[in-house]
């Protein structure tokens, strides 16, 4: 299990954009996939984007399809989800993991803290 570490969530307004970043100490990311994940209160928690080690693949589901963009630095030892057009409904506490698939699942049972974006006027 990896032990993940996300940040860069927050208040933003409908129509605006957030970028989350994804990192952790230990590892060495390249090796795995890397996903983000969110989880709306009272609701399943839901995979959103996946990304292959290298970064040429990459899987989103059809929510988010077109606004987010999922990203890795294996330099940095960094995954990011850049998050655009941002709607009310995107409100959720956001989580990265180790392990994905490109189904909207992960391997993983490791969930860090997450980070909360809240999409509000």
């Known amino acids: 299990q990896v032990p993940v570490v996300e940040s860069g969530g927050g208040l933003v307004q409908p129509g605006g954009s957030l970028k989350l970043s994804c990192t952790t100490s230990g590892f060495t990311l390249r090796y795995y996939t890397i996903g983000w994940f969110r989880q709306a209160p009272g609701k399943e928690r839901e995979g959103i984007a996946c990304?292959?080690?290298?970064?040429?693949?990459?899987y989103y589901a059809a929510s988010v399809k077109g606004r987010f963009t999922i990203s890795r630095d294996n330099d940095k030892n960094t995954a990011y989800l850049q998050m655009n057009s941002l709607r009310p409904e995107d409100t959720a506490v956001y989580y990265c993991a180790a392990d994905c698939y490109f189904d909207g699942t992960s391997a993983t049972n490791y969930w860090g803290q997450g980070t909360q974006v809240t999409v509000s006027s």
């Open positions: 990304t292959s080690t290298s970064g040429d693949s990459t």
